[in-house]
Nanobody, 124 residues
Framework: QVQLVESGGGLVQAGDSLRLSCAASGRTFSSYAMGWFRQPPGKEREFVAAISWRGRSTLYADSVKGRFTISRDNAKNTVTLQIDNLKASDTAVYYC?????????????????WGQGTQVVVSS
């Protein structure tokens, strides 16, 4: 059984930084791409960022380029999302996801494993 557990969310001020972490277990973590998605209040889940199995290739949504950084540590089975210069529009539940491919992808259908999510609220 695959488990993904997110942490690091919370209430922050606009302009602050935040670091979200995802701990994975129960699967050959290092063989698959990982990603982050988010679901703003009242909206559908949207792609944020993804990283290839060895961490050499990354993919970002246009709305977060330059502010979000995804990284992974295969030795620790963790993937991290660094968020800088937070905006009110970043308010959402953030989900860690495990892909069924080795290369980064923005497609929800390419992710077969999901965490429970961590809430990020940005006050302006």
């Amino acid at each position: 059984q695959v488990q993904l557990v997110e942490s690091g969310g919370g209430l922050v001020q606009a302009g602050d930084s935040l670091r979200l972490s995802c701990a994975a277990s129960g699967r050959t973590f290092s063989s698959y791409a990982m990603g982050w998605f988010r679901q703003p209040p009242g909206k559908e889940r949207e792609f944020v960022a993804a990283i290839s199995w060895r961490g050499r290739s990354t993919l970002y949504a246009d709305s977060v380029k330059g502010r979000f950084t995804i990284s992974r540590d295969n030795a620790k089975n963790t993937v991290t999302l660094q968020i800088d210069n937070l905006k009110a529009s970043d308010t959402a539940v953030y989900y860690c996801a495990g892909a069924t491919t080795s290369l980064p992808t923005p497609r929800v259908a390419d992710f077969g494993f999901w965490g429970q999510g961590t809430q990020v609220v940005v006050s302006s």
